[in-house]
Protein backbone atom coordinates (compact mmCIF):
# COMPACT_ATOMS: atom_id res chain seq x y z
CA UNK A 1 0.00 0.00 0.00
CA UNK A 2 0.95 3.69 -0.66
CA UNK A 3 -0.40 6.83 0.39
CA UNK A 4 -1.97 7.48 -2.84
CA UNK A 5 -3.88 4.32 -2.14
CA UNK A 6 -5.39 6.08 1.12
CA UNK A 7 -5.33 10.33 0.19
CA UNK A 8 -7.80 12.00 -1.80
CA UNK A 9 -10.71 9.13 -0.97
CA UNK A 10 -11.93 11.76 1.91
CA UNK A 11 -10.46 14.06 4.73
CA UNK A 12 -6.92 14.65 5.22
CA UNK A 13 -5.87 15.12 8.81
CA UNK A 14 -2.76 16.11 10.08
CA UNK A 15 -0.72 16.33 13.43
CA UNK A 16 0.77 19.19 13.83
CA UNK A 17 4.81 19.02 15.90
CA UNK A 18 6.05 16.86 12.73
CA UNK A 19 4.07 16.86 9.89
CA UNK A 20 3.68 20.59 9.83
CA UNK A 21 6.34 21.66 11.57
CA UNK A 22 8.89 21.16 14.57
CA UNK A 23 6.99 23.70 17.18
CA UNK A 24 10.28 23.80 19.37
CA UNK A 25 13.19 23.67 17.16
CA UNK A 26 13.78 27.02 18.28
CA UNK A 27 12.72 26.78 21.93
CA UNK A 28 13.67 23.75 22.81
CA UNK A 29 11.27 20.82 23.91
CA UNK A 30 13.47 19.89 27.18
CA UNK A 31 13.68 23.61 28.52
CA UNK A 32 10.49 23.92 28.46
CA UNK A 33 9.97 20.40 29.95
CA UNK A 34 12.08 21.80 32.56
CA UNK A 35 10.81 24.66 33.49
CA UNK A 36 7.34 23.10 34.12
CA UNK A 37 9.41 20.79 36.40
CA UNK A 38 10.56 24.00 37.96
CA UNK A 39 7.07 25.43 38.44
CA UNK A 40 5.78 22.32 40.30
CA UNK A 41 9.02 22.45 42.58
CA UNK A 42 8.50 25.65 43.16
CA UNK A 43 4.89 25.04 44.18
CA UNK A 44 6.40 22.75 46.85
CA UNK A 45 5.83 19.57 44.55
CA UNK A 46 8.52 16.91 44.90
CA UNK A 47 8.01 14.93 41.39
CA UNK A 48 10.05 11.73 40.72
CA UNK A 49 13.45 11.40 38.63
CA UNK A 50 11.93 10.37 35.81
CA UNK A 51 9.99 13.58 35.61
CA UNK A 52 12.49 16.19 36.57
CA UNK A 53 14.63 14.33 33.68
CA UNK A 54 11.87 14.59 31.19
CA UNK A 55 12.10 15.74 28.14
CA UNK A 56 9.03 16.05 27.13
CA UNK A 57 6.56 18.88 28.38
CA UNK A 58 3.51 16.88 27.66
CA UNK A 59 4.77 14.43 29.93
CA UNK A 60 5.27 16.84 32.73
CA UNK A 61 1.24 17.66 31.83
CA UNK A 62 0.25 13.82 31.91
CA UNK A 63 2.13 13.50 35.21
CA UNK A 64 0.63 16.55 36.61
CA UNK A 65 -2.59 15.40 36.02
CA UNK A 66 -2.15 12.31 37.40
CA UNK A 67 -0.21 13.28 40.77
CA UNK A 68 -1.44 16.78 41.64
CA UNK A 69 -4.71 19.08 42.50
CA UNK A 70 -6.51 19.85 39.45
CA UNK A 71 -5.78 23.64 40.37
CA UNK A 72 -1.95 22.92 39.75
CA UNK A 73 -2.92 21.48 36.29
CA UNK A 74 -4.63 24.52 35.15
CA UNK A 75 -1.56 26.13 36.57
CA UNK A 76 0.96 23.83 34.04
CA UNK A 77 -1.75 24.05 31.37
CA UNK A 78 -1.41 27.63 31.44
CA UNK A 79 2.24 27.83 31.44
CA UNK A 80 2.60 25.23 28.57
CA UNK A 81 0.23 26.82 26.62
CA UNK A 82 2.49 30.00 26.74
CA UNK A 83 5.24 27.92 26.47
CA UNK A 84 3.61 27.03 23.09
CA UNK A 85 3.09 30.15 21.94
CA UNK A 86 6.65 31.59 22.37
CA UNK A 87 7.91 28.72 20.30
CA UNK A 88 5.94 29.51 17.69
CA UNK A 89 7.81 32.34 16.69
CA UNK A 90 11.08 30.02 16.28
CA UNK A 91 9.42 27.04 15.01
CA UNK A 92 11.12 25.27 12.04
CA UNK A 93 8.35 24.36 9.07
CA UNK A 94 8.99 20.55 8.01
CA UNK A 95 9.98 20.28 4.48
CA UNK A 96 6.64 19.62 2.32
CA UNK A 97 4.58 20.05 5.33
CA UNK A 98 2.55 23.58 3.86
CA UNK A 99 2.98 22.53 0.49
CA UNK A 100 0.53 19.68 1.07
CA UNK A 101 -1.90 21.55 2.71
CA UNK A 102 -1.64 23.87 -0.09
CA UNK A 103 -2.12 21.74 -2.80
CA UNK A 104 -4.80 19.67 -0.21
CA UNK A 105 -6.99 23.16 -0.76
CA UNK A 106 -6.16 23.04 -4.39
CA UNK A 107 -7.74 19.57 -4.79
CA UNK A 108 -10.59 20.18 -2.70
CA UNK A 109 -9.50 17.86 0.19
CA UNK A 110 -11.18 18.89 3.59
CA UNK A 111 -7.93 19.28 5.75
CA UNK A 112 -7.61 19.30 9.30
CA UNK A 113 -5.02 18.82 12.00
CA UNK A 114 -5.02 17.13 15.55
CA UNK A 115 -2.60 17.54 18.09
CA UNK A 116 -1.85 17.56 21.07
CA UNK A 117 -0.57 20.98 21.68
CA UNK A 118 -2.80 23.75 22.09
CA UNK A 119 -5.28 24.93 19.71
CA UNK A 120 -4.28 28.23 20.20
CA UNK A 121 -0.15 27.49 19.32
CA UNK A 122 -1.54 25.57 15.84
CA UNK A 123 -3.31 28.83 14.73
CA UNK A 124 -0.75 31.16 16.22
CA UNK A 125 1.84 29.11 13.62
CA UNK A 126 -0.60 28.66 10.83
CA UNK A 127 -1.64 32.30 10.23
CA UNK A 128 2.02 33.23 10.76
CA UNK A 129 2.53 31.14 7.69
CA UNK A 130 -0.53 32.24 5.64
CA UNK A 131 -1.90 28.55 6.15
CA UNK A 132 -4.99 28.81 8.36
CA UNK A 133 -7.44 29.56 5.73
CA UNK A 134 -6.75 26.24 4.71
CA UNK A 135 -7.40 24.42 8.11
CA UNK A 136 -10.90 23.42 9.84
CA UNK A 137 -11.24 22.42 12.41
CA UNK A 138 -8.61 22.62 14.56
CA UNK A 139 -8.42 20.47 17.15
CA UNK A 140 -5.62 20.76 20.33
CA UNK A 141 -5.26 19.62 23.16
CA UNK A 142 -8.32 19.16 25.64
CA UNK A 143 -7.63 22.32 28.36
CA UNK A 144 -6.47 20.96 31.37
CA UNK A 145 -7.45 17.36 30.43
CA UNK A 146 -4.02 15.49 28.88
CA UNK A 147 -5.82 12.24 29.52
CA UNK A 148 -7.86 13.27 26.29
CA UNK A 149 -4.65 13.57 24.28
CA UNK A 150 -3.65 11.05 21.52
CA UNK A 151 -3.60 8.11 21.79
CA UNK A 152 -6.62 9.24 23.14
CA UNK A 153 -9.07 8.78 20.36
CA UNK A 154 -11.49 11.42 21.18
CA UNK A 155 -9.60 14.54 18.84
CA UNK A 156 -9.67 12.36 16.20
CA UNK A 157 -13.35 11.39 16.52
CA UNK A 158 -14.07 15.33 17.19
CA UNK A 159 -12.15 16.47 13.92
CA UNK A 160 -13.72 13.80 11.68
CA UNK A 161 -17.39 14.92 13.38
CA UNK A 162 -16.49 18.75 12.61
CA UNK A 163 -15.88 17.51 8.95
CA UNK A 164 -18.95 15.81 8.73
CA UNK A 165 -16.98 12.63 7.52
CA UNK A 166 -16.97 9.19 7.36
CA UNK A 167 -14.13 7.39 9.66
CA UNK A 168 -13.88 5.16 6.60
CA UNK A 169 -12.91 8.01 4.44
CA UNK A 170 -10.33 9.52 6.47
CA UNK A 171 -6.78 9.32 6.55
CA UNK A 172 -4.61 10.56 9.79
CA UNK A 173 -0.64 11.66 9.52
CA UNK A 174 1.15 11.42 12.40
CA UNK A 175 5.21 11.22 13.33
CA UNK A 176 4.36 8.98 16.76
CA UNK A 177 3.26 5.75 18.07
CA UNK A 178 0.37 8.18 19.77
CA UNK A 179 -1.08 8.98 16.50
CA UNK A 180 -0.72 5.52 15.33
CA UNK A 181 -2.85 4.09 18.11
CA UNK A 182 -5.20 7.09 18.28
CA UNK A 183 -6.07 6.34 14.66
CA UNK A 184 -6.84 2.67 15.09
CA UNK A 185 -8.87 3.54 18.33
CA UNK A 186 -10.59 5.80 16.16
CA UNK A 187 -11.28 3.55 13.38
CA UNK A 188 -9.25 5.62 10.39
CA UNK A 189 -6.45 4.17 8.11
CA UNK A 190 -3.03 6.28 9.06
CA UNK A 191 0.37 7.14 7.05
CA UNK A 192 2.92 7.31 9.46
CA UNK A 193 5.53 9.80 8.82
CA UNK A 194 8.89 8.44 10.07
CA UNK A 195 11.21 11.73 10.66
CA UNK A 196 13.46 9.53 12.23
CA UNK A 197 14.94 6.31 11.43
CA UNK A 198 14.22 4.40 15.26
CA UNK A 199 10.45 4.90 13.63
CA UNK A 200 10.62 2.70 11.13
CA UNK A 201 10.27 -0.34 12.89
CA UNK A 202 8.01 1.32 15.70
CA UNK A 203 5.11 2.27 13.39
CA UNK A 204 4.62 -1.23 11.64
CA UNK A 205 0.90 -1.01 12.85
CA UNK A 206 0.59 1.89 10.57
CA UNK A 207 -1.26 1.52 6.91
CA UNK A 208 1.79 3.10 5.39
CA UNK A 209 4.99 4.31 6.71
CA UNK A 210 6.89 7.36 4.64
CA UNK A 211 9.94 9.29 5.71
CA UNK A 212 9.43 12.66 3.64
CA UNK A 213 6.09 14.73 3.76
CA UNK A 214 6.91 14.65 -0.18
CA UNK A 215 5.57 11.12 -0.07
CA UNK A 216 2.18 13.13 1.07
CA UNK A 217 2.26 15.45 -1.42
CA UNK A 218 3.10 13.54 -4.13
CA UNK A 219 0.06 11.71 -3.15
CA UNK A 220 -2.62 14.49 -2.80
CA UNK A 221 -1.18 16.49 -6.01
CA UNK A 222 -2.94 14.38 -9.09
CA UNK A 223 -6.09 15.50 -7.57
CA UNK A 224 -5.31 18.70 -8.01
CA UNK A 225 -5.46 17.38 -12.05
CA UNK A 226 -8.46 19.75 -14.20
CA UNK A 227 -8.63 21.97 -11.15
Known amino acids: MTPADLVGRGPLLLDFDGPVCSIFAGYPAPEVAQHLVSLLQAEG ?19 TDA ?20 AVATASPTPYGHEVIREASRAGIPTAIVSNNSAGAVAAYLSKHGLLQYISPIVGRAYAHPALM ?11 QALRAELKDCVLVGDSPADVEGARAAGIRVIAYANRPWKIDAFRAADVVVTSMDSVLAAVAPHTRGT
Open 67 to 86: SCPPALVVTVEDELCAAEIR
Open 150 to 160: KPNPMPILSAV
Open 45 to 63: VAPPASIVGQADPLEVLRW
